[in-house]
């Protein structure tokens, strides 16, 4: 047999020993590494995702930089760092849509706490379909505009990246209107409530606008418990569920938001005593 044999079957079975040994080590050691990896590629692949967004975020006469699809100009409207800003806006007539558009400043929305504000099943509606009458266009492709869902969600994790710590947008907010239920309606909810406030023209406050008119006893009716309408006001509309007596959420063009991580309980309190007296 060793005469035949020679020495290969002793070869081939050190090597054997050898990717025994290699795979009893390596092994372990692969799968002790993997949650680092996965992990890992999770940060880079969230860090791009960042990077993208910040980019098509910045206004369009901004440097694109090289191999980049360029910009949106998300921060020609609402601020380069989302601080919010003002948006030139052709504004018709809806009594009169033979009468030539009147040209407005609107107030664009700060977004740094646009993620505190909504969802993201919300931001992202608003992306792809825009705001009907307002200069909030649409950009997804589902709303007919240039952005396919990869930017879309580039954008949302750009949004998250530069959102404030709440607890301390609380403590600012609080610090600056207190717990004055006018003045924290007129920060907060004035924009959809009352007409003529985007473009610094405010007609009778809690009127109604985009959105509802909360006048003659309109929150009673539906919300005749406070603790739920402070809770609505804390949450905002949430998707096909109901709300006060008569409501059902939604995200049509974002909804109604949620305050609870921009306002104290007694700062909600406060606007929800304001919005019931009107």
């Not at 090289?66 to 998300?74: I, K, L, S, T």
């Not at 003002?86 to 107030?107: E, F, G, H, K, T």
């Not at 309408?229 to 569920?241: C, D, L, N, P």
Request: hydrophobic share 35%; glycine share 14%; net charge negative.
């Amino acid at each position: 047999d060793d005469a035949l044999e020679t020495t290969r079957l002793d070869q081939a079975l050190k090597w054997a020993w050898v990717l025994v040994i290699i795979s009893a080590i390596g092994l372990p050691l692969y799968w002790l590494r993997e949650p680092g990896r996965q992990a890992g590629a999770a940060n880079g692949f969230d860090k791009r995702a960042i990077q993208r967004g910040f980019i098509l975020f910045q206004p369009s006469d901004s440097p694109v930089p090289a191999g980049n699809v360029g910009h949106f100009g998300c921060g020609g409207c609402h601020g380069t760092e989302g601080q919010g800003g003002v948006a030139r806006y052709a504004m018709p007539n809806p009594l009169d849509p033979s009468a030539p558009p009147r040209q407005v400043q609107w107030i664009a929305p700060e977004l740094k706490t646009v993620t505190l504000r909504y969802t993201d099943d919300q931001i992202r509606s608003v992306l792809v379909y825009g705001r009907p009458n307002t200069p909030m266009p649409p950009w997804g492709v589902l709303g007919g505009g240039p952005m396919n869902d990869q930017q879309i969600d580039d954008l949302i994790a750009y949004l998250h990246s530069i959102r404030p710590d709440p607890t301390e947008v609380q403590q600012e907010n609080l610090a600056e209107y207190g717990t004055d239920g006018a003045a924290l309606f007129e920060a907060f909810c004035g924009r959809c409530h009352t007409k003529g406030w985007s473009i610094g023209e405010p007609e009778e406050t809690g009127g109604g606008a985009f959105g509802p008119s909360l006048l003659a006893g309109a929150t009673i009716n539906q919300f005749p418990d406070i603790e739920s309408h402070i809770e609505f006001v804390a949450t905002g509309s949430q998707y096909a569920k109901p709300y006060g007596t008569r409501g059902v959420g939604g995200n049509e063009a974002g909804g109604m938001p949620g305050f609870g991580n921009l306002l104290t309980p007694e700062q909600l309190r406060a606007v929800v005593e304001y919005e019931r007296s009107l």
